[in-house]
């Protein structure tokens, strides 16, 4: 009993320290236009530097949200949406 307690603290410190550290870096996409196509990258950065990307012609926008596959086939999208500022600020 006494070593899941532990475990149990461990983990939830770990989780703790690990979104903290994270929080600095948001999500953004990047959008580059080919001849063809329209290309977009989803990467992870700190959000000082969005406005010096935007100044040298990139088109970067910061992600709100992703929303898996499965929750779109579920049809609980709604759901997910109403869900997402409890759990991600």
């Given at each position: 009993?006494?070593?899941?307690?532990?475990?149990?603290?461990a983990?939830?410190?770990i989780?703790?320290?690990i979104?903290?550290c994270?929080?600095?870096?948001?999500?953004?996409?990047?959008e580059?236009?080919?001849?063809?196509?329209?290309?977009?990258?989803?990467?992870r950065?700190?959000p000082?530097?969005?406005?010096?990307?935007e100044s040298?012609?990139?088109?970067?926008?910061?992600k709100?949200?992703?929303?898996?596959?499965?929750?779109?086939?579920l049809?609980?999208?709604?759901?997910?949406?109403?869900?997402?500022?409890?759990?991600?600020?």
């Amino acid at each position: 009993m006494r070593n899941k307690v532990f475990a149990a603290i461990a983990f939830i410190c770990i989780f703790w320290l690990i979104r903290k550290c994270s929080s600095r870096q948001k999500a953004f996409s990047v959008e580059l236009l080919g001849d063809t196509h329209r290309w977009s990258f989803d990467f992870r950065a700190d959000p000082k530097y969005w406005q010096d990307w935007e100044s040298d012609g990139l088109q970067v926008y910061q992600k709100i949200m992703d929303i898996p596959e499965i929750i779109v086939a579920l049809k609980l999208t709604g759901l997910w949406i109403a869900l997402h500022p409890f759990f991600y600020k």
